[in-house]
């Protein structure tokens, strides 16, 4: 079974940083993409950042230039280093795993919460 556990969410101050990190139980973590995905309050989930299994990385353009996603394939961990926050990147945020072509995510994570105070 795959089970996704996502950390480091929080309150923080407009301009900060925070990291979250994902873990992915089970064996698809290598040979599978990963995304990070959002969802504030009345909004529609979006897509901030998505790697593949090759590294290949994609960003929402609100996330350009601010956002980082990495992987680490030996701890089946997937990363989003958020810099510059700001009060509208306040939402839930969730990982999300599945396959590259077509891409698809089938397996979700149950989400932690970003705060940005203005």
């Known amino acids: 079974q795959v089970q996704l556990v996502e950390s480091g969410g929080g309150l923080v101050q407009a301009g900060g940083s925070l990291r979250l990190s994902c873990l992915v139980s089970g064996s698809i973590f290598s040979n599978s993409v990963m995304g990070w995905f959002r969802q504030a309050p009345g909004k529609q989930r979006e897509l901030v950042a998505a790697i593949t299994r090759g590294g290949s990385t994609s960003y929402a353009d609100s996330a350009k230039g601010r956002f980082t996603i990495s992987r680490d394939n030996v701890k089946n961990t997937v990363y989003l280093q958020m810099n510059s926050l700001k009060p509208e990147d306040s939402a839930i945020y969730s990982c999300?795993?599945?396959?590259?072509?077509?891409?698809?995510?089938?397996?979700w994570g149950q989400g932690t919460q970003v705060t940005v105070s203005s």
């Open positions: 999300a795993i599945g396959r590259e072509v077509p891409r698809s995510y089938d397996y």
